[in-house]
Nanobody, 116 residues
Framework: QVQLVESGGGLAQSGGSLRLSCVAS????????MGWYRQAPGKEREVVAQ?????????NFRNSLKGRFTISRDNDNNMVFLQMDDLRPEDTAVYYC????????WGQGIQVTVSS
């Protein structure tokens, strides 16, 4: 079992920034990758980016977010981060942390709301 807890969400103005954090606990030795997904109102969940624990290689990074969002990890603390810059209203969504250990585990989700 792996437990994931997100933090750092909330309200931002268009053009602003937020930094999401996710900490994993439990059987963290089994984690091979962590990442972020999001689900906007009326839309299906979509991947934002994932990062491999051992190598730090980033995969499945959504092209439309490159240059604005950055994913990183801190293995010593079993954490993954999502730095979100130049936020836009269309970034409004519930953001979910994911860990592959090796099956998928999910955080509870955290709201990000970007106003005009």
């Amino acid at each position: 079992q792996v437990q994931l807890v997100e933090s750092g969400g909330g309200l931002a103005q268009s053009g602003g920034s937020l930094r999401l954090s996710c900490v994993a606990s439990g059987n963290t030795a089994r984690i091979v990758a962590m990442g972020w997904y999001r689900q906007a109102p009326g839309k299906e969940r979509e991947v934002v980016a994932q990062i491999f624990k051992a190598s730090g290689q980033i995969t499945n990074f959504r092209n439309s977010l490159k240059g604005r969002f950055t994913i990183s990890r801190d293995n010593d603390n079993n954490m993954v981060f999502l730095q979100m810059d130049d936020l836009r209203p269309e970034d409004t969504a519930v953001y979910y942390c994911q860990a592959l250990a090796p099956s998928a585990y999910w955080g509870q989700g955290i709201q990000v709301t970007v106003s005009s």
